[in-house]
């Protein structure tokens, strides 16, 4: 397995494009994204588990409702969400770009990243939609990177080289997503392609528990945004045998898919709003895996502890008091914490209780850019990580007044 | 029932003193408090669920079994947590107290608050004990909430007057609270004084039944200390008949009770690190109590909604978002959401779509320093209130280096 370049159209027979249609009335900015696949696709989402979903996720799930996809559009500076409208205009953003490429509008996924409850203008999808699908290009991966970007400062963008039965493969993904970050056994936008061939209900089966350690572990405000989506459309030109059930075929594309979605996940945690740092806690010595990710999750999404991180500060205290309220059942008297990064370890809690350690070399290993948390629980073998980022001037200031 | 001074100390028999006696070292900060009844008390108490617990939460466990104390200590600047002698020191101090005091140790609670995992040194309390026994006195509730406050920015102290059975009888409490507030079925340091006669399972009743309306709905940054209760002594000398059941005088009593602690949650609310206004999210309209407390609570705890409240952004979407991932059963699509203060009010969303306002308006109603959020769920007629802040630059700084 290699890392390629090419994000989303990395894979054979994927094109896309990003444009600004107007959405975004007060900058400048690509605001409208389109991924586009020569040949029907096998196609799988999942989606946010908020009770308040935007409207363009309910026009998705009725369009995977027979696995197969086409293209995907993403419009961002607009949620979609709360409207009264937001169904029909979602529908009708479909119907628009169904005459333009000529393809069935339930072959089409729809997506919206934005405010929550501001009426939603069909006009600027109508008069961008031609020239969306008129640029779409081998190398538009860039530019709809771009057009689904908010608050984020860099576009998130991966690509992969891999095997299947002989058959080299690629896949490659897109992602949006810097605050509203705690996916709940869904996640943020992303958008995945890739050539291999598959069966909807194995790429599904593939999906559904990838997500559950990577974008189900990571968190950068707490706030399960109304709008998660991540979905992958395969369409099979890499030419391998189609996957139809598990097997090594079915292990060998969930590794791959692991590389993408990881990759993609550590982005979106380093782009966290305002953030400066990317948190990474590795949780080991669990009895079972809901515990590891339990603990994982709670250290990562304490305020208190990303606070400490932005400043540096080594004060562990507060993951061991993370790790008290998550609702795990552990036994305190046996964690152990340590940091470690490009700037060293250093060990701060043996069996529950401070250990003397160099406050100077706490510094150096907190002061990097990326930090992992590690934390033995010492009741078993089971592992698992969560990411997050550290809490800063910055996330209140773009979140104090974001509408404006 | 009036709204009297005096705290603590309001009580007939009860006095108080707050000294500094050296366990912070780098400012001169009272930083031992002391409450004292000059008769034995019923006492009752409840503790924070967190699996890290404080060691005085430990030892005033054991010690409050027997339903009687005589006296209440608190340090703050060092939580006394996750160190391997925590509950050797936490009965040290008792031991020092009790002989100075000349009452059982077992009649003491004690407590802490601080930085937890720092090595807690007993020289302070042998020293410095004499000194506040010595100065206990009836005028003492102000020093003693001013011993007990880390970051807090101001004392919370509260005292009512109230009738049991035709005899006045007074209740007072302070509090000390701003950071890692989020009690799960218990709640920050608070200490609470009655002359009213109850007997200690009537008072564990009435308290354990208040927690669940007022602390457990009060959140200031989703971290539930490892070092929350809060206790209440009751000494009996305003000669009611001592409430053994329930009945009338035990309701007047549980309104007295309720005065107080509503009073310190909003002190709590409004104190939280780097606050600058109170949050009241008042949810209506719910089929039953859960819901109603769920939906409220997590409206006060998310990052996003406080942050646009720090900015006055009437972001309402936000509120939306937070009620969908709850948990909590609740039909969006009948919810309606306003903004309330003294600067007006303002109706944002209703039946889960937005309706037009003036920015201006709502403008005006947020730049308040106290902000109602009123959510109406449309299912039934149960009600509930949570008291949160808003999230601030300052609560970051504040805690990016809480420990230097």
Known sequence: MKIISGGVCAAQGFTANGIHCGIRKNRVKRDLALIY?????????????????????????????GGIAQAAICNSGNANTCNYNGIEIAEETCSILSAELGIPADNIIVASTGVIGELMDIAPFRSGIPSLVAGLSADGSDSAAEGIMTTDTVKK??????????KTCRMGGIAKGSGMIHPNMATMLVFITTDAAIS??????????????????????????????????????????????????????????NTVTVNLCRMIAADGEGATKMLECIVSGAYDIDTARTVAKSVVCSSLVKAAMFGADANWGRILCAIGYSGADVDVSKVDVSFRSAGGMVTLCKNGSGVPFS????????????????????????????????LTYDYVKINGDYRT
């Open 157 to 166: 963008e991966i690509a992969i080289e891999f095997t299947l039965g002989g």
């Open 200 to 257: 909807p209900a194995m790429l599904q089966k593939a999906l559904s528990g990838d997500v559950k350690s990577t974008f189900n572990m990571l968190s950068v405000d707490g706030d399960t945004s109304t709008n998660d989506m991540v979905s992958v459309m395969a369409n099979g030109l890499a030419g391998n045998e189609i996957i139809t059930d598990e097997g090594e075929d079915f292990t060998a594309f969930m590794a791959a898919l």
């Open 359 to 390: 406050e100077e070399e706490a510094k150096a290993v907190l002061l990097e850019k990326e930090i992992e948390v590690l934390v033995s629980i010492g009741d078993g073998d089971i592992s698992a990580k969560a990411w997050g980022c550290d």
């Open 37 to 65: 696949s020569s040949v029907p696709a096998s196609a799988a989402a999942v989606y946010t588990l908020n009770l308040v979903k935007g409207a363009p996720i309910t026009v998705t799930k009725a369009h995977l409702l």
